[in-house]
C-alpha cells in the first residue's frame, strides 16, 4: 500500500509535459487517430442534430413502409449509439496517453524501488529499451548511487524506422537526460540477445515480451514460444544472484510458471495493474547462485 501511494503521489522532475515530448510521441499516431474518429462523427452528430426533420422527412419519402415516427425513432437511437462510440474513442485516447505515458513513468519507479542493493550494482540490460524511459531512469538511479555502473538497452532497431525510432534518438535522449556516459545501445532481438552468458547483476523489461510473437484474439502457441524464449534469453544473460523485473501485459502468470520450471528464486508477483484496457503485473525473481543453466529450454 505505501509503495502505491508513493507511486501515485510521485511527478517526474519537469513535468508530464517534458516526459511526453521525449517518450510519449511513440503512441502519437494511436492517439491521433482516435481523435480523429471522436472528431468526425462529433461533426456527423451535429450536422445530424441540426437538421433532424430534415433527415427524418427524407428518409420517410424514400422509404415510405415505416411512418416518419418510426424513422425518427431510428435516427435518434442511431445518433445515441454514434455518441457512445464518441465516448468510447476519447476514453481510449486518454488510456493511450496515460498508460504511455504516465503509468508507464509511475511504473518504472516502482520498478527501481524493487531493486535490491543499488549501490552494489555494476551492469544492469533493459530488454526492449524503445526510446529509453526505463533505460534513462536506470541510468540516473546509477548516476545519483555513485556505484559507477553502466546500463545497456537492446532493442530491434529496424533499418527505416526513421529518427523517432532509431538508436541514435534513444541515445540523443540520455544525453538530454545528462546519463550518456552511463549509457550503451545495442541492436539485437529480445529472443537472441548478442550478449553473453552471466553478464548483468540487474535485467529490467517494461512492456517488450508481450508483443513478441503474433496473436489476434487468442492466445497462440507460437506467440507463446517467442516469449519463452525472450524470458529465457533474460535468465541466461543474468549473473548467478542476479535480479530481473519485468512489467508486461497479460502474461505475467505464463511467466511464473516457466520461471518455476527454470527453477528461479524469490519469484514475487504485484497486484494487477490496468495499462492500455487490460491487466499487467510486475514480476521479480532472482537467479540462484548455481542456475540450471541451459535447463527447460523452450524449442
Given at each position: 500500500?505505501?509503495?502505491?501511494?508513493?507511486?501515485?503521489?510521485?511527478?517526474?522532475?519537469?513535468?508530464?509535459?517534458?516526459?511526453?515530448?521525449?517518450?510519449?510521441?511513440?503512441?502519437?499516431?494511436?492517439?491521433?487517430?482516435?481523435?480523429?474518429?471522436?472528431?468526425?462523427?462529433?461533426?456527423?452528430?451535429?450536422?445530424?442534430?441540426?437538421?433532424?426533420?430534415?433527415?427524418?422527412?427524407?428518409?420517410?419519402?424514400?422509404f415510405p413502409f415505416l411512418p416518419i415516427q418510426a424513422w425518427s425513432f431510428l435516427l435518434g437511437f442511431g445518433m445515441g449509439v454514434m455518441a457512445l462510440m464518441i465516448l468510447c474513442f476519447l476514453v481510449s485516447a486518454l488510456n493511450v496517453f496515460y498508460s504511455g505515458v504516465v503509468l508507464q513513468w509511475k511504473m518504472i519507479?516502482?520498478?527501481?524501488?524493487?531493486?535490491?542493493?543499488?549501490?552494489?550494482?555494476?551492469?544492469?540490460?533493459?530488454?526492449?529499451?524503445?526510446?529509453?524511459?526505463?533505460?534513462?531512469?536506470?541510468?540516473?538511479?546509477?548516476?545519483?548511487?555513485?556505484?559507477?555502473?553502466?546500463?545497456?538497452?537492446?532493442?530491434?532497431?529496424?533499418?527505416?524506422?526513421?529518427?523517432?525510432?532509431?538508436?541514435?534518438?534513444?541515445?540523443?535522449?540520455?544525453?538530454?537526460?545528462?546519463?550518456?556516459?552511463?549509457?550503451?545501445?545495442?541492436?539485437?532481438?529480445?529472443?537472441?540477445?548478442?550478449?553473453?552468458?552471466?553478464?548483468?547483476?540487474?535485467?529490467?523489461?517494461?512492456?517488450?515480451?508481450?508483443?513478441?510473437?503474433?496473436?489476434?484474439?487468442?492466445?497462440?502457441?507460437?506467440?507463446?514460444?517467442?516469449?519463452?524464449?525472450?524470458?529465457?534469453?533474460?535468465?541466461?544473460?543474468?549473473?548467478?544472484?542476479?535480479?530481473?523485473?519485468?512489467?508486461?501485459?497479460?502474461?505475467?502468470?505464463?511467466?511464473?510458471?516457466?520461471?518455476?520450471?527454470?527453477?528461479?528464486?524469490?519469484?514475487?508477483?504485484?497486484?494487477?495493474?490496468?495499462?492500455?484496457?487490460?491487466?499487467?503485473?510486475?514480476?521479480?525473481?532472482?537467479?540462484?547462485?548455481?542456475?540450471?543453466?541451459?535447463?527447460?529450454?523452450?524449442?
Open positions: 500500500m505505501a509503495m502505491a501511494m508513493a507511486m501515485a503521489m510521485a511527478r517526474p522532475r519537469g513535468g508530464w509535459r517534458r516526459i511526453y515530448c521525449m517518450y510519449g510521441k511513440e503512441d502519437s499516431g494511436i492517439i491521433a487517430g482516435l481523435l480523429w474518429r471522436a472528431a468526425f462523427l462529433a461533426s456527423l452528430q451535429i450536422l445530424l442534430l441540426n437538421s433532424f426533420n430534415f433527415v427524418a422527412g427524407y428518409v420517410t419519402s424514400v519507479q516502482r520498478m527501481l524501488g524493487m531493486v535490491e542493493g543499488w549501490h552494489g550494482v555494476q551492469s544492469v540490460l533493459d530488454v526492449g529499451c524503445r526510446k529509453g524511459m526505463l533505460l534513462n531512469a536506470v541510468a540516473l538511479k546509477l548516476k545519483k548511487e555513485g556505484s559507477g555502473g553502466r546500463v545497456v538497452g537492446v532493442d530491434l532497431w529496424l533499418p527505416g524506422s526513421g529518427a523517432k525510432g532509431s538508436m541514435s534518438e534513444t541515445l540523443r535522449i540520455a544525453s538530454i537526460e545528462g546519463v550518456r556516459e552511463f549509457v550503451t545501445c545495442k541492436t539485437g532481438n529480445p529472443c537472441d540477445l548478442p550478449l553473453m552468458n552471466n553478464t548483468f547483476d540487474v535485467v529490467v523489461s517494461a512492456l517488450c515480451l508481450n508483443n513478441l510473437g503474433e496473436e489476434t484474439g487468442r492466445i497462440t502457441q507460437a506467440a507463446a514460444l517467442q516469449r519463452s524464449r525472450g524470458l529465457l534469453e533474460i535468465v541466461r544473460v543474468l549473473k548467478p544472484g542476479g535480479q530481473a523485473i519485468i512489467w508486461d501485459l497479460l502474461h505475467v502468470p505464463e511467466y511464473n510458471v516457466k520461471l518455476q520450471e527454470l527453477g528461479m528464486s524469490d519469484i514475487r508477483i504485484s497486484e494487477p495493474v490496468s495499462a492500455f484496457m487490460v491487466p499487467s503485473h510486475v514480476i521479480y525473481f532472482r537467479k540462484p547462485q548455481e542456475s540450471r543453466e541451459g535447463a527447460d529450454d523452450p524449442s
